[in-house]
T-cell receptor, first 109, second 113 residues
Framework: KNEVEQSPQNLTAQEGEFITINCSYSVGISALHWLQQHPGGGIVSLFMLSSGKKKHGRLIATINIQEKHSSLHITASHPRDSAVYICAVRGGSQGNLIFGKGTKLSVKP | GAVVSQHPSRVICKSGTSVKIECRSLDFQATTMFWYRQFPKQSLMLMATSNEGSKATYEQGVEKDKFLINHASLTLSTLTVTSAHPEDSSFYIC?????????FGPGTRLTVL
């Protein structure tokens, strides 16, 4: 079993839909990252969370430490949101990131 | 915001040659930089962690003599793929740790013919 599991693996949505991507992890963590990888490969860090909820524009990330679960929500999805979304956790303050396999999102116009 | 750059973005080389990839933190000092490799449709895999001024720490299965890492300053780390083989063709991504987060470079796509 992977230490970081994401679901779904692939997701196709229509423009405007509300999207949720889930991440569960099995290790104790100091922080959780949500990353966006574009088709060209470049990676953008969207959020870093250690508790609660963060919002940036149409993106919302939540984390439940007790349940070892995080969600990334996209409101009013747009085709430009199409990318691979990766969840990564840090095992300790100096620990390395452990990556999920990613969720490939395609938003159709 | 903080930016990490990589150069080159793409490189094609012949088997047996060496390729150097540069990673720079542009507006912050990074005491720790990471090198990842990503094969198609796979997760990022950590290759090594480099701390400025000291030897890199390699992950299990990564040949340190093949993937030479130099972190000579707080803003520059280099990865040299020596005697490249076609199976080294991959997407190489560097990342730099700032105080409270980690920033990723745009990646370098290496193709070895």
């Amino acid at each position: 079993k992977n230490e970081v599991e994401q679901s779904p693996q692939n997701l196709t949505a229509q423009e405007g839909e509300f999207i949720t991507i889930n991440c569960s992890y099995s290790v104790g963590i100091s922080a959780l990252h949500w990353l966006q990888q574009h088709p060209g490969g470049g990676i953008v860090s969207l959020f870093m969370l250690s508790s609660g909820k963060k919002k940036h524009g149409r993106l919302i990330a939540t984390i439940n430490i007790q349940e070892k679960h995080s969600s990334l929500h996209i409101t009013a999805s747009h085709p430009r949101d199409s990318a691979v979304y990766i969840c990564a956790v840090r095992g300790g303050s100096q620990g390395n990131l452990i990556f999920g396999k990613g969720t490939k999102l395609s938003v159709k116009p | 915001g903080a930016v990490v750059s990589q150069h080159p973005s793409r490189v094609i080389c012949k088997s047996g040659t060496s390729v150097k990839i540069e990673c720079r933190s542009l507006d912050f000092q990074a005491t720790t930089m990471f090198w990842y490799r990503q094969f198609p449709k796979q997760s990022l895999m950590l290759m090594a962690t480099s701390n400025e001024g000291s030897k890199a720490t390699y992950e299990q299965g990564v040949e340190k003599d093949k993937f030479l890492i130099n972190h000579a300053s707080l803003t520059l780390s280099t990865l040299t793929v020596t005697s490249a083989h076609p199976e080294d063709s991959s997407f190489y991504i560097c990342s730099a740790r700032a105080v409270d987060t980690q920033y990723f470079g745009p990646g370098t796509r290496l193709t070895v013919l």
